[in-house]
């Protein structure tokens, strides 16, 4: 199996972790997920902190509606970033 060639953006994403002090921690865990086939390949990774300080929960349907918001700036970010045309796009 031939590795894909890499492809190289020189993009970044600032990113800010802010973890609460471990004595108000409950739990911290790594999600990692990959994924590939004939044409591409990626990973994901999430850090799951759970704290113990009483927050108000954030409904499902709301936190769909966060999700895809994200996901379409996402699209656009690429879409913006990259110097070729895209056909399509499937979120």
């Not at 990626?42 to 499902?60: E, M, N, P, Q």
Request: aromatic share 6%.
């Amino acid at each position: 199996m031939n590795p894909l060639p890499a492809v190289s953006l020189k993009t970044g994403i600032p990113r800010c972790l802010i973890l609460p002090p471990v004595e108000e921690t409950n739990s911290i865990e790594l999600h990692v997920y990959g994924d590939a086939s004939k044409w591409a390949y990626g990973t994901v990774a999430y850090l799951k902190v759970i704290s113990k300080d009483k927050t108000t929960t954030i409904t499902l349907p709301r936190l769909e509606l966060m999700a895809a918001l994200i996901a379409a700036k996402l699209v656009g970010f690429i879409k913006n970033s990259l110097a070729i045309p895209i056909q399509r796009v499937i979120c």
